[in-house]
């Protein structure tokens, strides 16, 4: 069963930091491109990031271009999101998402983490 | 950016009756377009791909149609587990990969 855990949520100020992880176990990490979603407060989805099963291809959404950067490691099953410079509109539960395609990229997203929430409040 | 557009924004059903939720993009996502349900206080789970393809596990009740800029999902006897919020995503044009506003079925 292909299990994703995020953490590294909480309250942080505007302005400061956050590392966000996501632990894969159950599948092989190291076939897979995975992404990072969010979701504010009672808000729909929102795509961030995407990073490729190597990690040489990255894309990200551009309200977070510039500030946040999505990384992996393979040989630890994880999946980083490092966000700096964080606003209030960045208020959310981020998850990781898992792109289910093995040869090439599919886009869509098959296995999912719990999420974990990131307050950016003073 | 592609735009993904949804309606209505509350669907009020009683169970055992057939739902209906359209999507709707603001150019062709040909059939890159995806459906997930999320409950509250849980992740998303995939239902749809390709336009018409149920994911793994999913119900027979669940069915997609449509192409192009418009689709359908049909949920053709609700039980109560299906009361939820469904959301649409096109991955046709990216970055970005876009959602829709979602859908919240409710009981009538």
């Known amino acids: 069963e292909v299990q994703l855990v995020e953490s590294g949520g909480g309250l942080v100020q505007p302005g400061g930091s956050l590392r966000l992880s996501c632990a894969a176990s159950?599948?092989?990490?190291?076939?897979?491109?995975m992404n990072w979603v969010r979701q504010a407060p009672g808000k729909g989805l929102e795509w961030v990031s995407y990073?490729?099963?190597?990690?040489?291809?990255?894309y990200y959404a551009d309200s977070v271009k510039g500030r946040f950067t999505v990384s992996r490691d393979n040989a630890k099953n994880s999946l980083y999101l490092q966000m700096n410079s964080l606003r209030a509109e960045d208020t959310a539960v981020y998850y990781c998402?898992?792109?289910?395609?093995?040869?090439?990229?599919?886009?869509?997203?098959?296995?999912w983490g719990q999420g974990t929430l990131v307050t950016v409040s003073s | 950016e592609i735009v993904m557009t949804q309606s209505p924004a509350t669907l009020s059903v009683s169970p055992g009756e057939r739902a209906t939720l359209s999507c709707r993009a603001s150019?062709?996502?040909?059939?890159?377009l995806a459906w997930y349900q999320q409950k509250p206080g849980q992740a998303p789970r995939l239902l749809i791909y390709?336009?018409?393809t149920r994911a793994t596990g999913v119900p027979a009740r669940f069915s997609s149609s449509g192409s192009g800029t418009e689709f359908n999902l049909t949920i053709s006897s609700l039980q109560s587990e299906d009361f939820a919020v469904y959301y649409c995503?096109?991955?046709?044009?990216?970055?970005?990969?876009?959602f829709g506003g979602g859908t919240k079925v409710e009981i009538k």
């Open positions: 998402a898992r792109d289910p395609g093995l040869t090439d990229w599919l886009l869509f997203f098959d296995n």
């Open positions: 159950g599948l092989t990490f190291s076939s897979y491109e």
């Open positions: 990073i490729s099963s190597s990690g040489s291809t990255i």
């Open positions: 150019q062709s996502v040909s059939s890159n």
């Open positions: 390709g336009a018409s």
């Open positions: 995503q096109q991955y046709n044009k990216w970055p970005p990969l876009t």
